[in-house]
Nanobody, 122 residues
Framework: QVQLVESGGGSVQSGGSLKLSCAAS????????MGWFRQAPGKEREGVAV???????RYADSVKGRFTISKDNAKNTLYLQMNSLKPEDTAMYYC????????????????WGQGTQVTVSS
């Protein structure tokens, strides 16, 4: 089992920044990738950024150049630095862990956190 707890969400104005954190516990060594996903009201959950065990990263086109995913293995913590935020980034952001390498497909992830809300106002 892997437990994931997100933090760091909040409300910011367009152009602002936020840094999300995801504290992982349990059998984290068994997973191949961890990532951030988001879901806005009325929309499907989408992949934002993922990182696998050797540090390979993948980003959704909509966040490339603005968001950076990273992890601190010593702290078992995953991060998402979000800069130049836009109103369309408003969503619930979820941390996930799974057994596929660097996939942005939500269905391929097995463990999920409860989510943290990010709201960007114009």
């Amino acid at each position: 089992q892997v437990q994931l707890v997100e933090s760091g969400g909040g409300s910011v104005q367009s152009g602002g920044s936020l840094k999300l954190s995801c504290a992982a516990s349990g059998y984290t060594y068994s997973t191949a990738s961890m990532g951030w996903f988001r879901q806005a009201p009325g929309k499907e959950r989408e992949g934002v950024a993922v990182i696998d065990t050797d540090g390979t990263t993948r980003y959704a086109d909509s966040v490339k150049g603005r968001f950076t995913i990273s992890k601190d293995n010593a702290k078992n913590t995953l991060y998402l630095q979000m800069n130049s935020l836009k109103p369309e980034d408003t969503a619930m952001y979820y941390c996930a862990a799974g057994f596929v390498f660097a996939s942005l497909v939500a269905d391929e992830y097995y463990y999920w956190g409860q989510g943290t809300q990010v709201t960007v106002s114009s």
